[in-house]
């Protein structure tokens, strides 16, 4: 698997493939979220460019679209997971947590965040395993809150919501040898 910045004519592959992950929502009576709109090639773009677009590669079989992507932002210093997935065809191979690790080092920022479902099991219960843990809503930063608050205005806390962070370099460590407040 080669993990890489993608080229810009993957990014319409990108759509097919968040479609493709999010149809496993419908099963849990999640349909609004297994039928929203992937992002546009606009924002999908505007991710490849600042290189805060990320995708998995399969190497056994070359000229193959991407089966798994992950975009990020800096969030108050963090960098914030804003979207990450893999195609059905190639789950639970580990695709999603090298995606989320190789966003770690690439952005050389102090902790990775997230928002997430919390009773999704490939949601929260997943990031948990990757070592994220959930922040309490009264300590999250000005750029989390926000974020919160729009999710809140598109809907999406219909279903219970939380917010993770993961220190860089924490994960398979004790928390403890490594924690770095974001400014
Ligand atoms: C979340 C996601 C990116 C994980 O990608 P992945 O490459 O399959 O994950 P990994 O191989 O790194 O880890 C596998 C683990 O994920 C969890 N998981 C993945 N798919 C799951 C499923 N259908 N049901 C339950 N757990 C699941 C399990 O903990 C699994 O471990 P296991 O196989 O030992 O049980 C992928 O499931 C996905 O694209 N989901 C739909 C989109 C989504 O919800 N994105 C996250 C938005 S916050």
């Given at each position: 698997m080669l993990i890489r910045v993608p080229d810009p004519a993957d990014l319409p592959a990108l759509r097919a493939l968040e479609r493709a992950a999010g149809e496993g929502f419908r099963a849990l009576g999640m349909a609004p979220v297994a039928d929203d709109e992937p992002p546009s090639p606009a924002l999908?773009?505007?991710?490849?460019?600042?290189?805060?677009?990320?995708?998995?590669?399969?190497?056994?079989?070359?000229?193959?679209?991407?089966?798994g992507y992950l975009l990020w932002d800096r969030v108050d210093g963090c960098a914030h997971i804003e979207q990450v997935s893999v195609h059905p065809e190639r789950a639970r191979r580990g695709i999603g947590r090298?995606?989320?690790?190789?966003?770690?080092?690439?952005?050389?920022?102090?902790?990775?965040?997230?928002?997430?479902?919390?009773?999704?099991?490939?949601?929260?219960?997943?990031?948990?395993?990757l070592g994220f843990r959930?922040?309490?809503?009264?300590?999250?930063?000005?750029?989390?809150?926000a974020i919160r608050?729009?999710?809140?205005?598109?809907?999406?806390?219909?279903?219970?919501?939380?917010?993770?962070?993961?220190?860089?370099?924490?994960?398979?460590?004790?928390?403890?040898?490594r924690h770095i407040m974001c400014r």
């Open positions: 999908l773009t505007e991710y490849q460019q600042a290189g805060r677009a990320l995708a998995a590669y399969d190497t056994d079989r070359p000229g193959e679209p991407p089966r090298t995606l989320i690790d190789r966003a770690e080092r690439a952005s050389g920022l102090p902790a990775l965040t997230l928002t997430t479902f919390a009773d999704v099991p490939w949601n929260a219960p997943y990031y948990a395993r959930r922040l309490a809503a009264d300590t999250l930063t000005p750029g989390l809150r608050a729009h999710e809140a205005e598109l809907g999406l806390d219909r279903w219970p919501r939380v917010c993770m962070r993961r220190e860089a370099g924490a994960h398979g460590r004790s928390r403890s040898v």
